[in-house]
Nanobody, 115 residues
């Protein structure tokens, strides 16, 4: 099983980034996919989630209207479009797959929002 995040980097406040999480080794279309983040000295927190078929999404309150999660089941990939980024969005962003019996994590990708 592999979950590989990409797309992180350094961006100025107000900018945008699109994270990708490309997966393999499990039945992607059967799993709810989530993005989490962890800032230095803080607990890991849920950013967004998307149902296995992609029809239902939910977001942490602080991300609503700025972040958008999507998935492509044909490509076994989940995305996180992040707009209007703020310095407080700086964190390592992790991809998570949760099924009926198993849960998998990616290694994370660093997002730094700074001028």
């Amino acid at each position: 099983v592999q979950l590989v995040e990409s797309g992180g980097g350094l961006v100025k406040p107000g900018g945008s980034l699109r994270l990708s999480c490309t997966t393999s080794g499990f039945t992607f279309s059967s799993y709810v996919m989530r993005w989490y983040r962890q800032a230095p000295g803080k607990e890991r927190e849920l950013v967004a989630a998307i149902a296995s078929a992609g029809g239902s999404t939910n977001y942490a309150d602080s991300m609503k209207g700025r972040f958008f999660i999507s998935r492509d089941n044909a490509k076994n990939t989940v995305y996180l479009q992040m707009n209007s980024l703020k310095p407080e969005d700086t964190a390592v962003y992790y991809c998570n797959a949760r099924g009926a019996w198993y849960e998998y994590w990616g290694q994370g990708t660093q997002v730094t929002v700074s001028s």
